[in-house]
T-cell receptor
């Protein structure tokens, strides 16, 4: 089975702190995604990456950055955390479009609270 | 651009009763359609997908969905639910022209199954 592992399930941070959310996948997937999940809003795409060192903005990139130095690892960075970034963050990975297996596989999520 | 509307935010249902979760979408191009389920404190898991072919799609755990192009809908059904089906369900679409496999999600429907 494809495994997408998010290292921190629960984090509590202070306003202004720099926050790193880490995601690792073990199936050699090219594509990786960061979504944010909020009640009543569903999942919204923050950033995605289709290759090492390549990244694209999603629908709500403001206040976030990402890093993909290795194929299996995709990090979400909050440079200066704010209370409106309190949310559940979900990482996902997939094979490229056209490979016949382009289905997103999700991690268990990281619940971030910013005080 | 595309959007996804899940018409019910919460659906209470008795055990062994049928359930239908409604999903409508809008898109300027053709789409692929997905249903994901999120059990408490877990990530999202794929229930089923429609890519092409038969408009009736069967998924895991006894769920099925029907793609209706004229009504731009992809409603999810199960003829008899179990307590273990209590979860949040997300409808998602991907434009067939999207190069990266990005998904656009609905707001989610919380299903609560009671004895």
């Amino acid at each position: 089975d494809v495994k997408v592992t998010q290292s921190s399930r629960y984090l509590v941070k202070r306003t202004g702190e720099k926050v790193f959310l880490e995601c690792v996948q073990d199936m050699d997937h090219e594509n990786m995604f960061w979504y944010r999940q909020d009640p009543g809003l569903g999942l919204r795409l923050i950033y995605f990456s289709y290759d090492v060192k390549m990244k694209e903005k999603g629908d709500i990139p403001e206040g976030y950055s990402v890093s993909r130095e290795k194929k299996e690892r995709f990090s979400l960075i909050l440079e200066s955390a704010s209370t409106n970034q309190t949310s559940m963050y979900l990482c996902a990975s997939s094979r490229p479009v056209g490979s016949g297996a382009n289905v997103l596989t999700f991690g268990a999520g990281s619940r971030l609270t910013v005080l | 651009a595309q959007s996804v509307t899940q018409l019910d935010s919460q659906v209470p249902v008795f055990e062994e009763a049928p359930v239908e979760l409604r999903c409508n979408y809008s898109s300027s191009v053709s789409v692929y359609l997905f249903w994901y389920v999120q059990y408490p404190n877990q990530g999202l898991q794929l229930l089923l997908k429609y890519l092409s072919g038969s408009t009736l799609v069967k998924g895991i755990n006894g769920f099925e969905a029907e793609f209706n192009k004229s009504q731009t809908s992809f409603h999810l059904r199960k003829p008899s639910v179990h307590i273990s089906d209590t979860a949040e369900y997300f409808c998602a679409v991907r434009m067939t022209t999207d190069s990266w496999g990005k998904l656009q999600f609905g707001a989610g429907t919380q299903v609560v199954v009671t004895p």
